[in-house]
C-alpha cells in the first residue's frame, strides 16, 4: 500500500495517509511536475486516455504524480520518471507554487516543478495514455480556444509559466 505525506498550511509534513484515502479525507499534500522538453524547446504533453477516472481525454504533463511519504521531491519526480516514461534524467527545479484544486474545496496541493530535457521515445501505457507529443509553447497557449481540454494541474501550471 502506497502512503502519502499529510501537511499542514505551510507544507510541514503532520502525518500520513494510504493514498486509497486520498481524495475521501481531502489533506493538504504534495505533487511533482516534471516539464518535458527536447532540443528544439518544445514540450511533451500527454494526453489520458478516454478510460482514466479524473479528466479523461484531457492533456496533462507528461510526468506527474503524488510525493509518498518520506520521499524528497526530486526522488517524487525522478521516481515518477522512471514509472512513466522509463528514463533516469537530470532535473532542474523550476518553481514551487500553492495550487488550489476547483474540485477539492479547501485543499492545498503543494506543486513543486522541475524540468528536463529528452527526444523520445515514449511507451505509456495505453490504458493510462491516449498519446504522447511535442509543442511549441506558442502552440500550447492556444490549444484551450481550440477545443483542447487541459487537466486543471497543467492549466495552473501554464498560467505560472506566462505570468
Not at 510525493?67 to 522509463?86: D, F, H, L, Y
Not at 522541475?114 to 523520445?120: I, Q, R, V
Request: hydrophobic share 40%; with cysteine.
Amino acid at each position: 500500500m502506497e502512503f502519502i505525506d499529510v501537511v499542514n498550511e505551510r507544507n510541514q509534513v503532520i502525518g500520513q495517509i494510504a493514498k486509497s484515502e486520498l481524495y475521501e479525507k481531502k489533506p493538504h499534500h504534495r505533487i511533482v511536475h516534471v516539464l518535458l522538453y527536447n532540443d528544439r524547446g518544445e514540450m511533451a504533453l500527454q494526453l489520458r486516455s478516454s478510460t482514466v477516472s479524473f479528466c479523461p481525454n484531457h492533456w496533462v504533463t507528461t510526468v506527474g504524480g503524488h510525493v509518498q511519504a518520506g520521499e524528497t521531491t526530486e526522488a517524487a519526480a525522478k521516481r515518477e520518471m522512471m514509472e512513466e516514461i522509463g528514463v533516469d534524467l537530470p532535473l532542474e527545479h523550476v518553481f514551487d507554487a500553492e495550487y488550489l484544486p476547483p474540485t477539492l474545496p479547501g485543499v492545498i496541493k503543494f506543486l513543486t516543478i522541475f524540468k528536463a530535457t529528452y527526444n523520445g521515445p515514449f511507451t505509456p501505457d495505453p490504458n493510462d495514455v491516449a498519446k504522447v507529443e511535442y509543442f511549441p509553447m506558442s502552440e500550447i497557449y492556444k490549444m484551450p480556444d481550440r477545443g483542447a481540454q487541459f487537466h486543471p494541474e497543467l492549466s495552473f501550471l501554464i498560467s505560472k509559466l506566462t505570468s
